[in-house]
């Protein structure tokens, strides 16, 4: 079955520790996203990619790292600049581009910084 | 002022209720609109977009108002299985930066 599949599901890390977040996907997307659920908030674009080696800020980017080295992986690292990481991080990927309200996300990756 | 605005509920409805959201937008150069569905602890999932004319997939109901901008979802004959959180959607179009989540209507469907 076609999907996104985010790994680790659950990750704790201790303060100054850096960690990457995998998302992969197998449905032939070239759009990809991450966002960054916190309670009471809307989802908050961190980055985002239309193609490979091409990735944008979005309105959050302080404190991450993406790569787009290839077409179905958008890893996403977390770095010990980012002052509040804990989160619910969500990736997505669309078929219409970038400006596509249609997204398909993975089932999340929750971080916990103890 | 926010994006996008959605009472944050909850609502609590006896199934076989029928229910309904409104969700609000700031900015009248917004081109499409979509409702998410999240249940708790998971990742939201696309219900339905949100057309022109309005538009229908089974008990649910999608409607905008340009004029008045905002976007309703109409839930008839509630199932327990509809309990979750109902994300608001607004995309100005222009980038990924342009696409803009409300935070979400709770449900609680009740027997």
């Known amino acids: 079955d076609g999907g996104i599949t985010q790994s680790p599901k659950y990750l704790f890390r201790k303060e100054g520790q850096n960690v990457t977040l995998s998302c992969e996907q197998n449905l032939n997307h070239d759009a990809m996203y991450w966002y960054r659920q916190d309670p009471g908030q809307g989802l908050r674009l961190i980055y985002y990619?239309?193609?490979?080696?091409?990735?944008q800020k979005g309105d959050i980017a302080e404190g991450y790292s993406v790569s787009r080295e290839k077409k179905e992986s958008f890893p996403l690292t977390v770095t010990s600049a980012q002052k509040n990481p804990t989160a619910f991080y969500l990736c997505?990927?669309?078929?219409?581009?970038?400006?596509?309200?249609?997204?398909?996300f993975g089932e999340g990756s929750r971080l916990t910084v103890l | 002022r926010k994006e996008v605005e959605q009472d944050p509920g909850p609502f609590n409805v006896p199934e076989g209720a029928t229910v309904a959201f409104n969700c609000t937008y700031s900015n009248s150069a917004s081109q499409s609109f979509f409702w998410y569905r999240q249940d708790c602890r998971k990742e939201p999932k696309l219900l339905m977009s949100?057309?022109?004319s309005g538009n229908e997939d089974g008990r649910f109901t999608a409607q905008l108002n340009r004029a008045s901008q905002y976007i309703s979802l109409l839930i008839r004959d509630s199932k327990l299985s509809d309990s979750a959180t109902y994300l608001c959607?607004?995309?100005?179009?222009?980038?990924?930066?342009?696409?803009?989540f409300g935070t979400g209507t709770r449900l609680t469907v009740i027997p």
């Open positions: 990619s239309q193609i490979v080696n091409d990735f």
């Open positions: 997505a990927s669309s078929l219409q581009g970038w400006d596509s309200g249609e997204l398909f």
């Open positions: 949100v057309y022109s």
């Open positions: 959607v607004v995309n100005r179009l222009g980038g990924a930066n342009n696409l803009f």
